[in-house]
């Protein structure tokens, strides 16, 4: 490359009318100055490429933290829930004045069940494997708690079921 600059430098020197050493001067000043070019756009180019990469990290870094809040809000909002359902569950059963003891009839146990809740059934199954486990109910037993606090969907499918299968899937529901 230089030397296609140098016979470039020096036909234009020639065409200028010069020769000899101020040729040979003329020549170097021009290498010089656009070596000294060249530098200075390498120069830029790093810059250019070291601000575009600073760029791309702030971009990632503002990614990552709105990722994180997001997660956070989700996180808070699923503990506040938790919370009020357990609060939910606090205020009935504290409403309830006369608490069974376990062993105790099932219309006792009865008493301490939550109303059937369509869009969290989990929570519901979950507060009744509590009350099952925690007053040795029988197989007929958890079926009838089962089939008087149930409602909807649930209801219908429970009654559906074979008396053999009802109490199969309430033992699974214990089990689990």
């Known amino acids: ?4 600059h ?3 430098f020096m036909d234009l020197g020639k065409e200028a009318g010069l020769m000899g050493k101020d040729l040979t001067k003329w020549i ?3 290498q010089d100055g656009l070596a000294k070019k060249e530098r ?3 120069v830029e180019q790093r810059k250019y490429d070291e601000e575009q990469r600073q760029l791309e990290d702030a971009r990632e870094e ?5 990722e994180l809040t997001l997660k956070e809000n989700e996180l808070a909002f699923k503990k506040k829930a938790r919370m009020e359902s357990a609060e939910a569950m606090a205020t009935q059963h504290a409403s309830n ?6 062993n105790a009839p099932i219309s006792s146990i009865s008493s301490l069940v939550l109303k059937w809740n369509e869009e969290e059934p989990e929570v519901w199954l ?13 197989e007929t037993e ?4 089962l089939a008087k606090h149930m409602e909807g969907k649930a209801k219908a499918a429970l009654c559906l079921l074979e008396k053999r299968q009802r109490g199969d899937m309430v033992e699974d529901s214990r089990s689990s």
């Open 1 to 4: 490359m230089a030397t296609e």
């Open 126 to 138: 979950e507060e009744i494997k509590t009350l099952f486990e925690n007053y040795n109910t029988t």
């Open 142 to 145: 958890r079926v009838s708690v």
């Open 97 to 102: 004045p006369t608490p069974a003891a376990p």
């Open 62 to 66: 503002k990614k990552r933290q709105h």
């Open 28 to 30: 170097k000043e021009q």
């Open 6 to 8: 140098y016979r470039t």
């Open 40 to 42: 200075e756009e390498r």
